[in-house]
């Protein structure tokens, strides 16, 4: 072996090496340093976080996927037998599926292919084929191409995508007005991540009854008046009043639904009063405590026959940490509609709305005729790309 092949042979060797404690620690420590050095990202903006765990873990979540996101897996093909039997699965647990079809529901074993992959490949609103066995049992052998889905990083894998639900056509996004007091940045991200995964979102502004006065009222109307502008039904509720319950209830009638938000904000109150009677305990198990494989990880599908039509409701706990799988510093700008109308005014074609000169959306936002809080967001997710 010459010196250089020899220089080769060490390197490969260091590299695969396992790092030791100080070595991983002093490589935390430079990272750190790193990220800190960058304007408008680093330790400032995580305190700023820190009053709230659900908003922290919403940011962590997106910074993991966008190193994890490289290493997902390939799809595995679904192997043989065809498929006799069609459903849409309705559970979810390690290994197996609760699937409804014509004939009632039905427990179904994965076929291995989709077990393997079954955190990403399987979920609540899967539209599937099943194979029956001789015995009478079937085994799921198929999953249909999705429609919209929403997912987020394991917990205890962030490089494997969790989908949470598959086939939804509403997220409605729950905010409280006050207690806790609005995060229009929350639902932000909320928006970006529902409309990812191809589903059309509701914005909820909750507890109207609690604001205090009219003025504040208006004050909380005209805020939120950016996504109704954008397109997306923006409704006052009170699970308390009643108020919006009936506007709510037409916008989820004869659909898949998801309801997502902080915790308080105001989910299963509100529920309860769209669908009196629902039993929300039904299915709902504990999860995202990333204490090893087997604990179960299902949601659930509820039928609600609401004013109008069946509507489904999918239960997912731990919905609230999306994954922005496939948005990058170049389409986030796709996600915050009013920017695109300005864009044309940029002088560059790829502006970034950053620092770029002439920068039709950043001359908006300081005037004030964009709403300053959204290119906040931007720029915040924008850094976020960066880590
Ligand atoms: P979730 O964690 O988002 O499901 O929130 P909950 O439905 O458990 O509600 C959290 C708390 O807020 C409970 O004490 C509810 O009674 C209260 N709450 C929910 N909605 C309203 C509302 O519209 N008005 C008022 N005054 N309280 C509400
Ligand atoms: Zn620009």
Redesign the pocket.
């Known amino acids: 072996m010459d010196r250089k092949q020899e220089q080769v042979r060490r390197y490969l060797e260091g590299a695969k090496r396992e790092k030791t404690w100080t070595e991983r620690k002093e490589l935390a420590r430079r990272s750190k340093q790193r990220r800190a050095s960058r304007p408008g990202t680093g330790s400032g903006r995580r305190r700023e976080w820190s009053d709230e765990d659900d908003a922290e873990d919403f940011e962590r979540t997106e910074r993991r996927r966008t190193r994890g996101d490289r290493q997902r897996p390939p799809e595995v093909e679904t192997p043989p037998p065809k498929p006799t039997h069609f459903g849409q699965v309705v559970g979810v647990t390690s290994g197996r599926a609760r699937v409804r079809t014509e004939r009632g529901d039905v427990e179904a074993v994965l076929a291995p292919a989709i077990a393997k992959t079954q955190r990403s490949s399987l979920a609540v609103g899967d539209e599937v084929g099943l194979a029956a066995r001789v015995d009478g049992s079937f085994v799921l052998v198929e999953v249909a191409e999705r429609r919209s889905s929403l997912s987020r990083p394991d917990p205890s894998r962030p490089d494997v995508e969790r989908v949470l639900a598959a086939n939804v056509d509403v997220a409605v996004i729950?905010a409280?007005l006050v207690?806790p007091a609005l995060r229009q940045r929350l639902i932000d991200r909320y928006l970006i991540a529902v409309q990812r995964g191809g589903v059309r979102p509701i914005v909820c502004a909750?507890?109207?009854?609690?604001v205090d006065g009219p003025e504040e009222r208006e004050r909380l109307e005209r805020l939120l008046d950016v996504y109704a502008a954008g397109g997306v039904p923006t409704i006052f509720?009170?699970?308390?009043?009643g108020?919006g319950v009936d506007r709510l209830r037409e916008e989820l009638a004869g659909r898949t639904v998801v309801?997502v938000?902080?915790?308080?904000?105001?989910?299963?109150?509100?529920?309860?009063?769209v669908a009196p009677g629902l039993d929300l305990v039904v299915g709902h198990v504990r999860e995202g405590d990333g204490k090893g494989r087997h604990t179960t990880t299902a949601s659930t599908l509820h039928e609600v026959p609401l004013v109008g039509g069946q509507t489904r409701l999918v239960d997912t706990p731990g919905i609230r940490g999306f994954l922005l799988a496939g948005v990058d510093a170049g389409s986030l700008a796709e996600y915050f509609p009013e920017f695109e109308e300005l864009r044309g005014g940029c002088r560059f074609a790829d502006c970034r709305h950053v620092h770029e000169p002439d920068c039709a959306v950043r001359l908006a936002a300081s005037s004030g005729a964009l709403a300053p809080a959204r290119y906040e967001t931007y720029l915040r997710i924008l850094a976020s790309f960066d880590e």
């Open positions: 729950v409280a207690q909750n507890k109207a009854d609690l509720t009170s699970a308390a009043t108020e309801f938000g902080q915790s308080g904000v105001g989910k299963s109150s509100l529920l309860n009063a």
